[in-house]
């Protein structure tokens, strides 16, 4: 897989960018998601890709308008592509023929090796805004480098997406389409995600709308994606993402994700993708004194969602149960590395806490920048 230091050409897409490029795996190894935004409608939304800068293949876009009372208007296309060559390096660009035309800048991502020999280098956080972006430089860098595969953003965008009539999510889009445009950025739901899938002047609609992962299933995507929960396979890892927040606000999807999991969980491979990591928003541990779920004995996130007496759908014993490794969260907008713990005990490995440890790793990642803190 090609990862030096991209062509001095490419890099002119190291500033923020009206399109809001960003990337995300297909549902097959061999598709890669391209998504970004107009103005307004267009008649022929295109993504055009090749091996070279000089592309070659054009690919029409699905389209869906996004919009808020007294607030921002604007139109989300969407494009597939594939079939590509896992590991391949492909240059593309976005916009739309006609008299009007324009294009954005030639870009490039990799398609997603299929390999288990492939260790990939991923960039994980959470809770990250527009104000106090003070990781932004150092991501774009990151992303430049070449030396980076994809990334894991923890729930929390921009705070909020909906905040302004739209116009915060917007500028926040705009801020990232330089990491996101290079880098598969995938994504789950936080706190600040809150609403409804179809409520207009809610951050989950904007979520909902603005990203696509693999998978099947929610409110917006049917069979063609979630974005709520879903997982992937990346090199020896089996990677699974979900929403803390169905333990809290968002409780129409609880049942539904707890079956996903389960049923996930149990089919993994284990000779195949030997390592299983799941990312969700808020912790089940945590040392902050903030009075926040994860610093309760029996979180909800951890324990199970309350209700007359007893504990339902519990992802601590869960995840013990199919022996998953480590566990990325956020929320707490601090770094911090657990022991390997289960039922509040430390159950390290006997040739080291980190060697075959009896238990999953928990990292917290949520010092990304935002306007808190």
């Given at each position: 897989m090609?990862?030096a230091?991209?062509?001095?050409?490419l890099?002119?897409?190291?500033?923020?960018?009206?399109?809001?490029?960003?990337?995300?795996?297909?549902?097959?190894?061999?598709?890669m998601v391209?998504?970004?935004?107009?103005?307004e409608?267009?008649?022929k939304?295109?993504?055009d890709?090749g091996?070279?800068q000089?592309?070659?293949t054009?690919?029409?876009?699905?389209?869906?308008?996004?919009?808020?009372?007294?607030?921002?208007s604007?139109?989300?296309?969407?494009?597939e592509?594939?079939?590509?060559?896992p590991?391949?390096?492909?240059?593309y660009?976005?916009?739309?023929?006609?008299?009007a035309?324009r294009?954005?800048?030639?870009t490039?991502f990799v398609a997603?090796?299929?390999t288990?020999?492939w260790?990939?280098?991923i960039?994980?956080?959470?809770d990250?805004?527009?104000?106090?972006d003070?990781?932004?430089?150092r991501?774009v860098?990151?992303?430049?480098s070449?030396?980076?595969?994809?990334?894991?953003?923890?729930?929390?965008?921009?705070?909020d997406?909906?905040?302004d009539?739209?116009k915060v999510g917007r500028?926040?889009?705009e801020s990232?389409?330089?990491?996101?445009?290079m880098l598969?950025y995938?994504t789950?739901?936080g706190?600040h995600?809150?609403?409804?899938d179809?409520?207009?002047?809610?951050?989950?609609?904007?979520?909902?709308?603005r990203?696509?992962m693999?998978?099947?299933g929610d409110?917006?995507?049917g069979?063609k994606?979630?974005?709520?929960y879903?997982?992937f396979?990346?090199?020896?890892?089996?990677?699974?993402?979900?929403?803390?927040?169905?333990?809290?606000?968002?409780?129409?999807?609880?049942?539904?994700?707890?079956a996903?999991?389960?049923?996930?969980?149990?089919?993994v491979?284990?000779?195949r993708t030997?390592?299983?990591?799941?990312?969700?928003?808020?912790?089940?541990y945590?040392?902050?004194a903030?009075?926040d779920?994860?610093?309760?004995?029996?979180?909800n996130v951890?324990?199970?969602?309350?209700?007359?007496?007893?504990r339902?759908?519990p992802?601590?014993?869960?995840f013990?149960k199919?022996?998953?490794?480590?566990?990325f969260w956020?929320?707490?907008h601090?770094?911090?590395?657990?022991w390997?713990?289960?039922?509040?005990?430390?159950m390290?490995?006997?040739?080291?806490?980190?060697i075959n440890?009896?238990?999953?790793?928990?990292?917290?990642?949520?010092?990304?920048?935002c306007?808190?803190?």
């Amino acid at each position: 897989m090609a990862r030096a230091l991209l062509p001095a050409l490419l890099l002119g897409a190291a500033t923020a960018s009206s399109w809001q490029r960003h990337l995300s795996y297909g549902q097959t190894f061999d598709t890669m998601v391209v998504m970004w935004v107009t103005p307004e409608e267009v008649e022929k939304p295109l993504c055009d890709f090749g091996l070279t800068q000089a592309l070659g293949t054009s690919v029409a876009a699905s389209s869906t308008k996004i919009w808020q009372l007294k607030g921002i208007s604007e139109v989300s296309h969407s494009c597939e592509l594939g079939p590509l060559v896992p590991g391949q390096r492909y240059y593309y660009k976005v916009g739309y023929d006609g008299p009007a035309g324009r294009w954005s800048d030639t870009t490039s991502f990799v398609a997603r090796p299929n390999t288990t020999d492939w260790t990939p280098t991923i960039l994980v956080y959470g809770d990250f805004g527009v104000d106090n972006d003070v990781s932004l430089s150092r991501l774009v860098a990151e992303a430049a480098s070449g030396t980076n595969d994809f990334v894991l953003h923890v729930g929390d965008f921009a705070y909020d997406m909906v905040s302004d009539g739209g116009k915060v999510g917007r500028a926040f889009m705009e801020s990232i389409d330089p990491v996101a445009s290079m880098l598969p950025y995938m994504t789950c739901i936080g706190n600040h995600e809150g609403g409804t899938d179809f409520d207009h002047d809610s951050s989950l609609y904007h979520y909902m709308h603005r990203f696509w992962m693999p998978g099947h299933g929610d409110l917006v995507r049917g069979s063609k994606g979630n974005s709520v929960y879903y997982s992937f396979d990346a090199g020896p890892a089996h990677i699974v993402a979900f929403s803390s927040e169905v333990y809290f606000w968002q409780r129409w999807d609880l049942a539904q994700q707890f079956a996903f999991l389960e049923r996930d969980l149990a089919a993994v491979d284990r000779k195949r993708t030997p390592w299983v990591i799941t990312m969700a928003h808020r912790p089940m541990y945590c040392s902050n004194a903030d009075n926040d779920d994860c610093t309760k004995e029996a979180s909800n996130v951890r324990t199970g969602f309350p209700m007359l007496g007893k504990r339902f759908f519990p992802l601590e014993e869960l995840f013990y149960k199919y022996g998953v490794d480590l566990a990325f969260w956020a929320h707490e907008h601090s770094y911090e590395r657990l022991w390997p713990v289960f039922n509040n005990r430390v159950m390290n490995g006997t040739g080291g806490a980190y060697i075959n440890p009896a238990a999953p790793v928990h990292i917290v990642a949520g010092a990304a920048g935002c306007r808190e803190q």
